[in-house]
């Protein structure tokens, strides 16, 4: 089946520290990969997206890039802010049939100023 | 453009009663679909609506239900409520093909005591 594997949290660091948080995944056929983003007491907001091998989403100073061959899509930023206290979900999307989203379990980040 | 709507934001409820819940997409948006996120079983896909028919679902038992009006704008209803179905209620509208990106209300937080 589809699913998606995070890195367990909580993480927390300094502020400009860098950040990694990985994402595997598994999947039949060829998925969309997504990070969603989510601050208290809100909603998820995306936070970029990728939807073929080899392809680098980024917004906000984060990145992540869709590692067919590894099946990964890592979550980056080389220098985090006290603002991205969050918690961090990474998703999958197949590209077939309805619109369904696998979500990971989601990783809870804080930055200590 | 306005994002996605969710009414009520909050909502108490008693084991047995049965609650609906309301969720108005992105204008031009086709697709919508329902999570259910609790700190045990994280983020799950309960069902999605296009074109006011059921396109995909979940494993959820049948007292979770939902439906699509002409407008797009959506509900689901959760029947003979138990103690376990509180959480928080996410609706993501998109526009219409999987792999398209969902865009997430600010949930319904239902509370079942």
């Known amino acids: 089946g589809n699913s998606v594997t995070q890195m367990e949290g909580p993480v927390t660091l300094s502020e400009e520290a860098f950040l990694t948080i990985n994402c595997t995944y598994t999947?039949?056929?060829?998925?969309?990969l997504f990070w969603y983003v989510q601050y208290p007491g809100e909603g998820l907001q995306l936070l970029l997206k990728?939807?073929?091998?080899?392809d680098k989403g980024s917004n906000k100073g984060f990145e992540a890039t869709y590692r067919k061959e590894t099946t990964s899509f890592h979550l980056e930023k080389g220098s985090v802010q006290v603002s991205d206290s969050a918690v961090y979900f990474c998703?999958?999307?197949?590209?077939?049939?309805?619109?369904?989203?696998?979500f990971g379990q989601g990783t809870r980040l804080t930055i200590n100023p | 453009k306005a994002g996605v709507t969710q009414t009520p934001r909050y909502l108490i409820k008693t084991r047995g009663q049965q609650v609906t819940l309301s969720c108005s997409p992105i204008?031009?948006?086709?697709?919508v679909s329902w999570y259910q996120q609790t700190p045990g079983q994280g983020l799950q896909f309960l069902f999605e609506?296009?074109?006011?028919?059921?396109?995909n679902k979940g494993n959820f038992p049948g007292r979770f239900s939902g439906r699509q009006f002409s407008n797009s704008r959506s509900e689901m209803n959760v029947s003979t409520l138990e103690l376990g179905d509180s959480a928080l209620y996410l609706c993501?509208?998109?526009?219409?093909?999987?792999?398209?990106?969902?865009?997430f209300g600010p949930g319904t937080r239902l509370t079942v005591l």
């Open positions: 993501a509208s998109s526009l219409a093909n999987a792999g398209d990106t969902q865009y």
């Open positions: 999947a039949t056929g060829y998925p969309s």
């Open positions: 990728a939807t073929k091998a080899d």
């Open positions: 998703a999958l999307s197949i590209i077939q049939g309805a619109q369904k989203l696998v």
């Open positions: 204008s031009g948006h086709r697709s």
């Open positions: 609506y296009f074109s006011e028919t059921q396109r």
